[in-house]
């Protein structure tokens, strides 16, 4: 009879102790904006009783946020930033987890067919198309600027029609429809916007339009006040059979936002 009751003692402050633990993911405004991200972490808070805390960035204010030891978790998607936050010793593991695509967005007017991002691009730089970039180091931005350079093209930063706005993908979204101009984004942001009367895809489902999300965690020599045993068990039940079903059914007006590609 004591032994029992020592096993429900135990078990009951193992409850109580993963009940006042949490972490801290600092992840991409794409996955906040489409809501992706909170009902992950509710099927996750729901099963473990941890309590998990999203900060929404851009990509690039993420990685500082990671950098100077404040998150658990990296939710981000630009691979080269993230390979260099590894290579810095900054994460102790990284996985590709999900994916889904950029597009590029123009005014409904806009009826010439888009053979190749690269000439979007020049045709945009050479009419002098107003152009409304997110200007956040966000990973949408961070893809605009390859783009700008794939189609050899100097980052047009001090031209008139380049609007660099500081703004998340929501935001951008909303200047470029009141602006019937150009702007970049992931497809998830765009298929959730409701705001885009004036708008259109003119450019997609082109190699260099490919959005790679990559998940890490973030290392305990920056913060040893990190969780990381927490931050494990959340990383090893994202990248599960049971949260590969979660992300790929997940949907927002009928459609399929990111596409799981955990290895």
């Given at each position: 009879?004591?032994?029992?009751?020592?096993?429900?003692?135990?078990?009951?402050?193992?409850?109580?102790?993963?009940?006042?633990?949490?972490?801290?993911?600092?992840?991409?405004?794409?996955?906040?904006?489409?809501?992706?991200?909170?009902?992950?972490?509710?099927?996750?808070?729901?099963?473990?009783?941890?309590?998990?805390?999203?900060?929404?960035?851009?990509?690039?204010?993420?990685?500082?946020?990671?950098?100077?030891?404040?998150?658990?978790?990296?939710?981000?998607?630009?691979?080269?930033?993230?390979?260099?936050?590894?290579?810095?010793?900054?994460?102790?593991?990284?996985?590709?987890?999900?994916?889904?695509?950029?597009?590029?967005?123009?005014?409904?007017?806009?009826?010439?067919?888009?053979?190749?991002?690269?000439?979007?691009?020049?045709?945009?730089?050479?009419?002098?198309?107003?152009?409304?970039?997110?200007?956040?180091?966000?990973?949408?931005?961070?893809?605009?600027?390859?783009?700008?350079?794939?189609?050899?093209?100097?980052?047009?930063?001090?031209?008139?029609?380049?609007?660099?706005?500081?703004?998340?993908?929501?935001?951008?979204?909303?200047?470029?429809?009141?602006?019937?101009?150009?702007?970049?984004?992931?497809?998830?942001?765009?298929?959730?916007?409701?705001?885009?009367?004036?708008?259109?895809?003119?450019?997609?489902?082109?190699p260099p339009l490919f959005n790679q999300y990559g998940i890490i965690l973030v290392s305990n020599k920056i913060n040893n006040n990190l969780n990381i045993e927490t931050a494990e068990i959340y990383i090893n039940w994202i990248t599960s059979g049971e949260a590969k079903k979660l992300i790929n059914n997940y949907r927002v007006n009928g459609r399929q936002l990111f596409y799981?590609?955990?290895?």
């Amino acid at each position: 009879m004591i032994r029992v009751l020592l096993i429900f003692i135990l078990i009951f402050l193992i409850k109580s102790a993963l009940a006042n633990k949490y972490i801290t993911i600092a992840s991409t405004t794409s996955t906040h904006d489409t809501g992706l991200l909170e009902y992950l972490n509710k099927e996750f808070e729901n099963k473990y009783n941890i309590k998990v805390r999203a900060l929404s960035l851009g990509t690039g204010q993420a990685i500082k946020v990671a950098m100077d030891g404040n998150v658990e978790i990296l939710l981000v998607h630009h691979k080269k930033s993230e390979l260099e936050f590894m290579e810095n010793g900054y994460g102790i593991l990284r996985h590709d987890l999900m994916y889904n695509d950029f597009v590029l967005i123009g005014p409904k007017k806009d009826k010439k067919k888009c053979s190749s991002i690269e000439n979007k691009m020049i045709e945009i730089k050479q009419s002098e198309l107003l152009f409304i970039s997110r200007g956040d180091e966000s990973g949408t931005h961070k893809k605009e600027k390859e783009l700008w350079e794939l189609s050899n093209i100097n980052i047009p930063v001090q031209e008139n029609w380049y609007l660099s706005v500081g703004q998340g993908m929501g935001s951008t979204l909303l200047i470029t429809n009141q602006k019937k101009a150009y702007t970049l984004s992931d497809r998830s942001t765009w298929i959730a916007f409701n705001e885009k009367e004036n708008l259109k895809i003119v450019c997609e489902n082109l190699p260099p339009l490919f959005n790679q999300y990559g998940i890490i965690l973030v290392s305990n020599k920056i913060n040893n006040n990190l969780n990381i045993e927490t931050a494990e068990i959340y990383i090893n039940w994202i990248t599960s059979g049971e949260a590969k079903k979660l992300i790929n059914n997940y949907r927002v007006n009928g459609r399929q936002l990111f596409y799981f590609n955990y290895n």
